[in-house]
C-alpha cells in the first residue's frame, strides 16, 4: 500500500489509555491507544491525549506506547489517580465482557493551557474520539474544546459503547461533530433505536444518519465475522473477510479503524479501505491481547511493505 503523500499521516487520538488483564496477564489497553499502536505499526504519525498515574503501570505504559511509535507528550501524569485498569472475561468465540474500574486517570485528560496550545498549533489529518471517555465531566469540558479548536481534516468518532458508560447527549454531540462514523452492528441497533424509535436495516440507518447529521461523509459498521459494511455518497457495500479461529476480540475493532483510516487518508476509495480494515482486523482477533506483533505475512497481504 503506497502512500500518495510524502508526509506521514498525522493523528490526534483522545481518550482512555489503560491496561486490560485478560486471563490474568496485564495487556495495555484503551480504544485510543490502540488504535494509535496499530496506526504507528502501519507507518502513520499517531499521538495520544490521555492520563496515566504516577506509578508502575503508568511508567510502563509511557514506555511501551513510546516503543510503539506513540507520541505520549499529551498523555498527563496524574499525581492522585491510579493508571487505568479494566479487567476482561472471555466469553465464548472470545467475546470479551468489561469490568472498567472507575476514579482512574484517564477519567482527569486536564491538558493544561501549554499543552492545549501546542494541540491547536498542529494540522492533523485525523482526531478520533469515543464514548467511554466521555464519562467524566472534566473529559467531556476538553473534548468539546479539542473538537471547536483542533485543526483536522477529519473527525473519526468510533461508537465504542460500554455497558453503562454512555449517555444519549453524549452520542449527540458526538455524532454532530463527526466526519468518519465507525460502529459495530450492536451499536448501530443501538443507536438507530435511541434516535428513530426503530431497529432499521444497517443500510437504511447510514442513510437517515448523514440525512441528520450531514458532516458525515463516511460510515463504518463492523460485523464481525461476516466483515463489515462502508457507506458513503449513498453507496453502501458490505465487504465480506475470510473466517478465522478467534483468539480474542479485543482491539479488534481498532485494529479495523486503524486500516480503515490509513488506507483511505492515503488517498483510496472506501471500498479498498474497508477491505485492508476487515484484513488487518481479523489478524488482531486470531491473537490474544489488542496490539500483536505483526506477521511478514500479514505486512504483505496488507502491502505495506515495499
Known amino acids: 500500500m503506497k502512500k500518495e503523500q510524502s508526509k506521514p499521516i498525522k493523528v490526534l487520538t483522545f481518550g482512555e489509555a489503560l491496561y486490560d488483564i485478560i486471563k490474568g496477564s496485564a495487556h495495555l489497553g484503551g480504544a485510543p491507544l490502540n488504535l494509535a499502536a496499530h496506526l504507528a505499526k502501519l507507518g502513520a504519525k499517531p499521538a495520544v491525549i490521555s492520563a496515566v498515574g504516577r506509578d508502575e ?4 505504559l509511557l514506555s511501551r506506547a513510546q516503543a510503539m511509535g506513540v507520541d505520549t507528550s ?3 501524569i496524574d499525581e492522585k489517580r491510579p493508571t487505568g ?7 465464548a468465540e472470545g467475546i470479551p465482557v468489561f469490568t472498567i474500574n472507575e476514579g482512574v486517570a ?4 486536564t491538558p493544561d493551557e501549554r499543552k492545549f496550545e501546542a494541540l491547536e498549533a498542529e494540522e492533523w489529518d485525523v482526531f478520533c474520539f469515543g464514548t467511554l471517555a466521555q464519562r467524566s465531566e472534566e473529559n467531556r469540558k476538553t473534548l468539546k474544546r479539542l ?4 485543526k483536522a481534516k477529519h ?6 459503547l460500554r455497558a453503562g458508560f454512555y449517555r444519549k447527549e453524549w452520542i449527540l454531540s458526538s455524532l454532530e461533530h463527526c466526519t468518519i462514523l465507525k460502529m459495530n452492528e450492536e451499536e448501530a441497533a443501538t443507536i438507530s433505536g435511541m434516535l428513530f424509535g426503530t431497529i432499521y436495516a444497517c443500510k437504511t440507518l447510514c442513510r437517515l444518519l448523514t440525512d441528520r447529521y450531514p458532516k458525515i461523509s463516511v460510515i463504518c459498521i463492523t460485523k464481525g465475522p461476516e466483515g463489515a459494511a462502508v457507506y458513503q455518497d449513498g453507496v453502501y457495500e458490505e465487504i465480506k473477510t475470510t473466517p478465522v479461529e478467534v483468539a480474542d476480540t479485543v482491539g479488534a475493532g481498532d485494529a479495523f479503524s486503524a486500516g480503515f483510516l490509513y488506507t483511505y487518508l492515503s488517498g483510496y476509495g472506501v471500498s479498498k479501505a474497508a477491505s485492508i480494515a476487515c484484513i488487518l482486523g481479523t489478524y488482531v482477533a486470531s491473537k490474544p491481547g489488542a496490539v500483536p506483533e505483526y506477521s511478514e505475512e500479514l505486512m504483505k497481504e ?3 511493505l515495499e
Do not use: H, R
Open 57 to 60: 503501570l503508568g511508567k510502563i
Open 74 to 76: 499529551y498523555i498527563l
Open 85 to 91: 485498569t479494566v479487567t476482561v472475561e472471555l466469553k
Open 106 to 109: 484517564w477519567d482527569a485528560i
Open 147 to 150: 473538537l471547536s479548536e483542533i
Open 155 to 160: 473527525f473519526f468518532y468510533d461508537v465504542n
Open 302 to 304: 496488507l502491502g505495506v
